[in-house]
C-alpha cells in the first residue's frame, strides 16, 4: 500500500499540469460545499444556543384575511402565559434602542425590551450580577442587564459594574447583571442589553389592541409544539369571545422556535444548497474525464504490469490510491478556499439571516468536506481504473501503439459532458431567473424618487418629552423651519413610520356615514404621521385635493390624506375627497372624524417585493409623536458639511438630544435588497464556476480527442478534407454531444425552477427569455471550448500524421 | 503530365546549417505511365511521393500538373487540385477504423461535392469492381490486410483521378496478396491510370514501365 502510494504522488509530480487541474477543479467543488455546508450548519442544523432548544417555542397571532405570524398585544400575552397547561414559561419583546451617556460621548445602543421571564424561558443564568425579577418587571424599574459584547465594547469588561448607575435616554439605569458571551435575543440582529418592558411602554401594555409584542416561550416537560400550539388556539379562541373589540378575527398558534427563526431563509438555503452540490458534481465529472484520458495514456503501463502479473485488483488499487491522493490535495484547498469564502459570506451576506456571524469552519465541515472529497472522488475514479485494468496485452504493448481507446471510452466521456452541460444549465437558469427577478425588483418603482434624499432617525428622550404632545409638536415643527433653511436642501419634512426604515404601524378605522361593523371588524390600513414638506420631499405625487398645510394645525379640522389604494379599496375607486374616517384610538375621546382633503400616489414601504398598501396619513400637529423620521431631499448626491449643519441645527433646539449618522434612502432601500441580491450573487457565481468547469470539460475531452485521432484527421485531409472539413466535423461531433445535454438540462430546468417559485419576483419560472439567453450563452460557451482545440485539428501535417519517413 | 524541375527539400539543422531530403530533382511523367521510385531509407522516395501528392508544400523549384504551375498555387488551390487529379494508396492502408468498407470509400466523396446519389452509385460500382460488396459492413479490423489494401486502393481511384500515388503499396502484405494488388495497378495502369508506386521490391518495380532510382535526395 505505501508503495503504491508513493508510486502515486510520484506520477502526480511527473504530471503537474495534470495534478494541478484536478486539484484545482477539485478545489473549487469542495470549497464552495464546505462554505455553503458551513452556513447551513450555523443557520439551519446547530440547535439554538439554549439548554433544551427543542422546548423552544415561539407564539404568534394571525389574523383573519391576512398574513400569518402578527405579533401580540400585552394583555393577551399575559392571559396566554397564565391559562396554558402545556408552556412552562413564556416571555414578551419588543426591539429597543436608547442613548447611553449624554452630549458627544453619547452612544446609541440596541437591545431588547422584555419580560423578565425571559431569563427562565432561555435558561442561561448572568455571568455577573444577576437579571431581573418579576417585582422589578411590574414596578417598572429602571434596571438594565447587559450583554458580554456591550459590557467589552462600552465598559471594557469593568468587573465592577454591577450596581453602577448609567444614563440611558437621559434617565439613570442601573446596570444589575451581564450575560456571557454569545447571550442574545433575539438571536439575529445586534442585541446590546435587556430592560424591564412596562416600564418602556408603560401605556401599550394596558392596550389589548396594541399588537406590538412577539412571544416565545418553553414547553412542559412532555409536552409537544402540537399540543401547545391546539391549547393557545383554544386560549386565542376564548379571548375572541372575551374582547370582540380588540379580538375579532384573531387566533394564536405556536411554532418551534428553531423553525420560526431559519423558517424564511430554508428555501433559499437548500437552493443554495443544491446548486453548490451541482458545482461538485460538474467538478466530479471534470476530474472524471482527466482520470479517464490519463487512464488511457497509461495503457501501456497497465498492459506491462498485467503482462508482469499484477492483478485486475491490484491495479484498480493503485489507482484509485492516485484519486484519493487527489481528493485529499483537492479537500485541504477546498477549506482554504471556504475560509477565504466564508469571510466574503460575512461581509456580503443579509443582515436577517439569523447567526450568520457563527459561521466557522468547525470539525464536522472538514469531515464532511473530506468524506465529500474522498466519496466523490473514488465514485468517479472507479470508472477509468475498471475500464483500464483489464487491457489486450497483445494490442497495447505493440511498438508505436499511441493506446486505442474503445467505444466504451468515447461514450463514457460523451455521458460525463451530457452531464456537465445538463448540471450547467440548470444552475444557468437557476441563476438567469434570480438575476432577472432581482433587476426587476431594483427596476419596481417604490412610489417615491429615493436618490438625493438623506433621512435621520430623530427619537426625542423619553425623560424629557414622553407625554408631551405640544413639546414634542413645538420641537420639531422648530426643527423643520430651521432645516428647509439649510444650504442644499430643497426641501424638508418628516414622517414616521418611514417607508423601507424597517418600522411599519397599522391603525383600524372605521368610515363615517357608514354602518359601523363593530369595532372588533374595523379594516386596517397602514397610518403614517406626515410633518413639513414629506410629499414634495419625497416626490410622492399628489393626485386630487391638497396636502397638508398650516391650516391643519392642533385646534384646525381634523384632516387624513389617503393613497391610491385605499381610495380602490374603501371608495371602490370613487372620490374619496371630503369623505370622512374615524381612526381607532385607545382613548375614545380621540376618534373624530377625519375628513380626507388629498389622495397622493401609492408608495412601498417593506419591501420592493410587496405591492403598496392601504395608507392614511395625519399631519404632525394633530397626531404628534415622540419619534419622526425627518427626511431631506438635497440638491446633489453628496453635500459635505450638511450632516454637522443638520446636527448643529437639532442642537440650537436641545443639547441633549443624540443625533445618528443620515442615511441616504437609497441605503435604506438596498438593505432590503440585500437578501435576494445574494442569492443572485451565490447563484450566479455558482452557475459561473459550473459553466467555466463544463467549458474546460468540454474541451479537454475535445483536445484530447484531437491528439488521439491526429492520425484520423491526416488519412482524411490525405484523402481530401479541407482544413474547414476537420473543423466542421470536430464542432459538429461536439455540439451533438452538447445538445443532448441542453435538451436535458432545459427539461430539469424547467421542471426543478418551479421550487424556487417563491425567490422570484415579477419573472415566471419558466421565462422564455431566459431560457434562450441561457441557451445561447451555454452554446457560446461550448463552441469556443470546441474551436479552441478544433482548431489543432485543422493544422494536422497529413505527411506528419502519416508518419512518413 | 507532370514536370518537376530543380526541386528540392530541406530541413533547417540549426546554425543556418540544412538537411536536404530531395536535391536538384528534375523529372517528367507522361500521362499512362507507370513509375517506381526505389532506394533504400532515408533517399526521399515518401517525401517525393509527397511532393508529387501535394501534401508538402515546403519545397522549392518548379513543378507542373498538366498546364499547371503547382508552385505558383496557393495552398488552398492546390488541395482543390489534389482532390481532383490525385488518389493516394498507403503501405499502412489507412482505412479509418470506426467506418465500415462503404463509409471508407464514401469519404473522399464525400469531399469532393458529390451528390448522395452520386456517391451512393459510385461507392456500388467501386464494390462491385473491386469484388468487396460482401464486405461493405465490416469494419477495417474484420479484413485481412489483403483485403484492407484492396479498400485501400479502390477508395483511391473512387474519385477518378488521372494520379494514384501509392507508397509502398504491398509492404505489409504476404507475397501472393502483394501480387494481387500490383496485378491491380497493372490493370489501372492499362485503363489509362497514370500511376507513381514507392517500393523496395524489384519484382514489384518491374510492374512499372520505368524506375527511377533515388539516393541520397539525388536521382541517380
Redesign the interface.
Known sequence: MMGDLRFALRMLAKAPGFAIIATLTLALGIGANSAIFSVIDAVLLRPLPFPKPNELIAVWSKVQGDTERETGSFPDYGDIRDQSQTVESLFAFTRASTVLGTGSDAKELFGTAVTSDIFRVLGIPPLLGRTFTQDEDRTGARVIVLTYDAWQHYFNRDPSIIGREVLCSLRPYTVIGVMPPGYRYPIGPRCEYFMPLQQLVPDSVKNRSSHFLRLVGRLKPGASVKQASAEISAIGGRMEKQFPDSNTGRTYYAISLHHDLVGDVRPALLTIVSAVVLVLLIACANVANLLLARANQRRREIAIRTALGASRLRIVTQLLIEGVVLAILGACFGLLLAWWGIDLLRLFGPRDVPRLDDIQINAVVIVIALVAAVASTLLFAVFPALQVSRPNVNESLQEGSRGAVG?ESHRARSLLIIAQVALSMLLLAGAGLLIKSFSNLRATNPGFEPSQVLTLDLALPRAKYADLPLKQQEFFERLDRRLRTLPGVEAAGGVTPLPFSGNDRASSFWIAGRPDPGSGNHPNASHLTVMGDYFRAMHIPLLTGRAFDSRDGREGMPVVMVNEAFVKKFFEGRDALGQHIIVDHAEKAKDRPLEIVGVVGNTRHESLAIDPIPEFYIPFAQDPDRRMYLVLRTSSEKLTGLENSARGAIHEIDRDIYVPNLKPLEELIGITLAQPRFNMMLLGVFAGVAMTLAAIGIYGVIAYTVTQRT??F?????????RS?MLQMILRQSFSVVAIGLAIGLLAALALTRLMASLLYGVSAHDFSIYAFVLFVLSAAALVASYLPARRAMKV???VA?R?? | MIRLHNIERSYPLGRGQMFYVLRDIDLDIAAGDFVSVMGPSGAGKSTLLHILGMHDHGWTGEYFFDETAVHLLKAKERATLRNEQVGFVFQQYHLLDDLTVYENLDIPLSYRHYSKGERAALVADALDRFQIVGKKDLYPRQLSGGQQQLVGVARAIIASPKLLLADEPTGNLHSSQGEEIMELFRRLNEEGVTIVQVTHSEKNASYGKRIIQLRDGWIV
Open positions: 467505444p492520425k484520423e491526416g488519412i482524411r485531409m490525405a484523402l481530401g478534407a479541407q472539413d501535417d497529413p505527411m502519416l512518413y519517413e
